[in-house]
């Protein structure tokens, strides 16, 4: 069971200043649906794919077992949300996470979980 005060006291000084840092309705929707994506094991797998280099499609849908269609679909979803962006070489298209920030998120959600 998780731990509740005994006795409702609100501390109205924290409450204030806490209310005053909270970022915006809008703001905080957009984080929602970033970690939205990440909640995934499929997403995270191939994120995990893409933490050292750059993959195409067809590499992506090797590494994790799925359909090249199956694949768009989650790269859809993760491009919408700003977790990663693509190039095209030719007939290929090659993904890689959209900049360092999504990196450090998952490399520190990681040693997180391994500690």
Known sequence: MTEICKV???????????????????????????????????????????????????????????????????LRILKDRKIVAYRKDGKNVFYRLDDEHVKEILNVALKHMEE
């Open 8 to 74: 409702y006291e609100e501390h109205l000084d924290k409450i204030l200043e806490a209310k005053k840092k909270l970022p915006e309705e809008e703001l905080l929707l957009d984080v929602a649906d970033f970690f939205d994506a990440l909640g995934n094991p499929t997403r995270l797998k191939i994120l995990f794919a893409l933490l050292e280099e750059e993959l195409c499609t067809c590499d992506l849908s090797n590494i994790t077992g799925l359909s090249v269609s199956a694949i768009s679909h989650q």
